[in-house]
């Protein structure tokens, strides 16, 4: 980059300045850059420089909203690209519920929460770093017999909104992720897993020890899979999986999908959606928290709420948009913050124990979550779990429900925090689910 | 036009010595092979919706991406400032995987004998902005006249034109350009308290002209309203395993998952596909021939040139059950010593490429899709699918079926909703005991996600009968 994010800031705040005050105007800048190293068997197998910018220019013209975007930043590029947004708007019909947003605006660039942690390596540290950790995963057993390697992922990047209304808010934060595959094999059959540890601060994320030796001992565990019969069970998803569960669940009370009648959600505010221990809140400035954000994608300030309260749902995720789409007030939710899953019964970090017979899903593939119906269907891997312990690993099955009941049937949460979402939330235990097997 | 060739290299002072210079400097004795991609990309989107055309918008992307290849080393870095020092700078951190090197002149010469199989034009500025708003409400109002359950419409269409340019330290260098058409209409229907979608598209690499105007769009919106009236007279689907019947066309991307995905290069090069180290032995029922095939034109899935400058072919993959060969792209064959055939593609110039897939489909054979269905005595009929998944180590694959049928007593009965189709790749493909004469291609809505990068793909299968696999549902 030739010309720093702070200057290209000024310069986009002075243009926005400059418009047509008829029509409504936000430009969203973004950049990023960083490296990415992967080593295999010992050695760098791939090293990968980024760098990324991009604006996005949004031009309401009476109720008519057009968006044109470009990667080049030139005055010349930027004139031309105000100009496509006000083209498209102009051929476009009136939406009553256009508009952007004018309230609760931020102000403020630069914004420090505690999610900007830059660090510096050498490429040498980093290839090193990243042999470790598939070191420590190839010596862990000697089943480990191949791998697709370790790879260390940074990103340093810097985020600008800007509306005709006076929103002016930039932040920048850093990610590090470090990760290892490996594929163990035994009596000819081939089992792959990973491990891998995501942060903002470096010093924060899990050593490449204890990375590569969990991707060993994860693939390792999965060897000698055995089929699962047909039946109705108690299953418990890993944090990580509890994450996609809860995703699914925040897509469906998304206010977008819920003005256009694409979820299972609607018109149930108000209602009991989870049993009456889960409690859900979003928190928009945790210390180097993975969603941390001080304002939503159009520049509306971040607020902490709750969002289920002893299992009822207090209130939809609303941008500008459907907010108005469904008369109500924006929750500066274009995208959403960190978002905490708790119990209020006791957490514990053991939920296997109190299963006489049930199944501890480990992966699922597909994408089977019905946003429109609930219905929910998916294939899994997983461990069988006899008398509170884990027995064998069982694969090719299905897990099968509905999302609705699913919710209800969440009967513990476990303390097993994920730390790698911004989705904070541990195993949970849902007391019935059909399992598809022979 | 081109325009990289006539837009990019003028304003940014690049002539034939300068991109030399560049792929030279990531060049040299240590380096096997070193390319300079740069791409100059438009894309736009319109959405009805509501029965408003209320969502329009255009996205340009220019950049270029330089990468140096030494044995099983790669490095590689992308920029959008077309500044020539600042591309030198780019090489050289692409070269430092390599610590003593030798400068190599590299010479390069244009290619051009490909056969070119789409039109050069691109579709954005083919017809005027007021059209595709047209269009698009014509779409709407046929759908609402139509069927009065209807709750939601949504319509989009949408088009790129992708000009790129490829040179590299083989000493050639190509132009091509790429347009991409899509169309597709979703629709949710309402009937007494059950709500359902259905959706369709299609598109290919041509212009709006193809589709607009033509009765193709009608027939995707009677598709789509098809497939939610199904889905609202259907029943819950019972676990365990069953025979299956997959219909011609678009659940050929099973194939592509089940199979197509562990015939890539870069993973059985690695042997970390369950296909390595396979070629010669049967790895499917032998009524089964797969073909990977980037030649066909004006399909989503070709390419003229693959992203490396190869140009694309028609490979077979299985030949009546017996694995023939694998899709590579420069690297891969090289590491692997066969020849490259043409699957070397990336989402972008900020992405690498890799072995991928273009057109993947199976021959058709000698039943005939009623013959297949009457065969079966209690199983399902699964016609189109939502999407799925693949672990190309344990060759585990997961499917959802977004429309599907009962068979009993060799007759097509309810529809059934909810069904994950699971099993292991080479396992499900001995398992295929009947194949129809109806080979058909989809219509062009694939994207295919490899290692976080998407291409289009294209996908095709004859109605072909499976014998034992695991169906998920949420009746025992």
């Known amino acids: 980059m030739s010309e720093n994010f702070e200057d290209i800031s000024l310069r986009l705040k002075n243009i926005i300045d400059c418009l047509d005050k008829n029509k409504e105007y936000e430009f969203h800048f973004n950049s990023a850059s960083g490296t990415d190293v ?114 260390y992922a940074y990103s340093q990047s810097n985020n600008l909104i800007l509306n005709s209304h006076g929103a002016v808010g930039s932040y920048s934060s850093t990610s590090y992720t470090l990760s290892c595959v490996v594929i163990a094999e035994d009596n000819g059959l081939k089992e792959r897993d990973y491990a891998y540890s995501t942060r903002r601060n470096f010093e924060k994320t899990d050593s490449a020890k204890i990375i590569g030796e969990l991707s060993a001992e994860k693939a390792i565990s999965r060897l000698g899979a055995k089929s699962i019969s047909t039946q109705k069970c108690p299953v418990i998803l890993t944090p990580e999986l509890s994450v ?76 500008t948009y459907s907010a108005k789409q469904l008369n109500l007030k924006s929750t500066a939710n274009s995208g959403y913050s960190n978002i905490q899953i708790r119990s209020s019964k006791p957490m514990s970090d053991n939920l296997i124990e109190s299963i006489d017979s049930g199944v501890l899903i480990t992966e699922m593939m597909g994408s089977g979550a019905n946003l429109l119906t609930g219905d929910y269907s998916r294939g899994a891997f997983g461990y069988l779990i006899e008398k509170g312990k884990i027995s064998h690993p069982v ?14 049937n969440i009967d513990e949460i476990g303390c097993d925090f994920y730390g790698n979402s911004k989705i904070n939330c541990g195993s949970v235990l849902i007391k019935d689910m059909t399992i598809g097997g022979n | 036009m081109n325009i990289v060739k006539d837009y990019i290299f003028p304003e940014n002072k690049l002539g034939s010595d300068q991109i030399e210079a560049i792929v030279s400097e990531a060049s040299g004795s240590s380096i096997d092979l070193s390319d300079l991609y740069i791409q100059y990309t438009t894309v736009e989107s319109w959405t009805c919706e509501d029965g408003i055309v209320k969502n ?25 400032n077309f500044d020539f020092e600042k591309i030198i700078e780019a090489a050289k951190l692409s070269k430092s995987i390599v610590k003593s090197n030798e400068d190599k002149k590299i010479n390069l010469k244009e290619y051009n004998d490909f056969k070119k199989l789409y039109i050069s034009e691109s579709p954005i500025t083919s017809i005027s902005d007021k059209e595709k708003v047209d269009f698009l409400r014509e779409v709407d109002n046929y759908i609402k006249k139509k069927d009065k359950r209807v709750q939601q419409v949504i319509i989009n269409l949408s088009s790129s034109h992708d000009s790129i340019f490829v040179a590299n330290s083989l000493g050639k260098y190509c132009f091509d350009d790429r347009p991409l058409v899509r169309f597709n209409v979703m629709v949710i229907l309402k009937s ?57 066309g678009w659940p050929g991307v099973l194939l592509h998952e089940a199979v197509g995905h562990g015939l890539e290069g870069d993973f059985n090069r690695k042997k970390t596909s369950n296909f390595s180290d396979q070629i010669g032995k049967q790895v499917a029922s032998e009524l089964c021939t797969v073909i990977d095939d980037g030649t066909i034109d004006n399909r989503r899935g070709s390419l003229s040139v693959d992203d490396e400058g190869t140009p694309t072919a028609k490979n077979i993959l299985i030949e009546n059950g017996i694995l023939k060969g694998y899709m590579q792209d420069l690297m891969n064959a090289k590491l692997m010593n066969v020849e490259p055939t043409g699957n070397g593609r990336r989402e972008s110039y900020a992405h690498l490429p890799m072995p991928r897939m273009t057109n993947t489909y199976m021959l058709g054979g000698s039943s005939t899709s009623d013959e297949i269905i009457d065969s079966v005595k209690d199983g399902i009929y699964a016609v189109n ?8 180590t344990s060759g585990q694959f997961v499917f959802t079926a977004s429309e599907a049928y009962k068979i009993e007593s060799g007759k097509v009965t309810n529809s059934i909703k909810g069904m994950t189709l699971i099993g292991n790749g080479p396992d499900v493909l001995k398992k295929v005991s009947m194949v129809a004469d109806d080979m058909k291609l989809d219509d062009g809505v694939g994207t295919c996600g490899k290692e976080g990068q998407s291409v289009p793909v294209g996908v095709g299968q004859p109605t072909l009968k499976i014998d034992d696999i695991t169906v998920g549902g949420t009746e025992v």
């Open chain 1, 38 to 151: 992967t080593s295999r068997f010992g050695d760098l197998e791939n090293i990968q420089y980024h760098n990324d910018e991009s604006l996005t220019v949004t031009c309401i013209d009476g109720k008519k909203k057009g968006i044109a975007s470009t990667n080049n930043l030139s005055g010349e590029s930027i004139d031309s690209t105000i100009k496509k947004s006000e083209t498209i708007a102009s051929f476009l019909e009136p939406d009553d519920y256009q508009g952007l947003p004018c309230e609760n605006l931020i102000n403020k660039l630069n914004i420090d929460c505690d999610i900007n942690f830059p660090k510096q390596f050498t490429t040498d540290e980093l290839i090193n770093m990243t042999v470790e950790c598939e070191k420590s995963a190839l010596d862990y057993d000697n089943k480990i017999k191949n791998s697709e390697g370790s790879e």
């Open chain 1, 244 to 319: 996609g569960l809860f995703s699914s669940f925040l897509s469906a009370i998304n206010g977008n999908n819920i003005y256009k009648k694409n979820s299972f959600l609607i018109d149930r505010l108000g209602e009991k959606i989870f049993s009456n221990h889960i409690n859900i809140s979003e928190i928009p400035i945790v210390e180097e928290g993975l969603g941390t954000r001080p304002f939503d994608a159009e520049g509306v300030k971040t607020y902490s709420k709750q969002i289920i309260s002893d299992g009822v749902l207090d209130t939809y995720l609303l941008d």
């Open chain 1, 395 to 408: 694969t090719n099955f299905t897990i099968a429900s509905n999302m609705l009941d699913m919710f209800k």
């Open chain 2, 56 to 80: 329009g918008s255009q996205q340009i992307d220019s950049g270029y991406g330089i990468r140096a290849v030494s044995n099983e080393k790669t490095g590689f870095s992308y920029g959008n």
């Open chain 2, 192 to 248: 007494n308290d059950r709500v359902e979608r259905g959706s369709a598209g299609g598109g290919g690499r041509y212009s709006y002209s193809t589709i607009l105007g033509t009765n193709k769009p009608f027939e995707l919106a009677d598709e789509a309203i098809r497939i939610a009236n199904v889905n609202l007279d259907s029943i819950p689907c019972k676990a365990g395993n069953t025979t299956v019947v997959l219909g011609s």
């Open chain 2, 385 to 392: 699918f939502s999407g799925g998944q693949v672990d190309i």
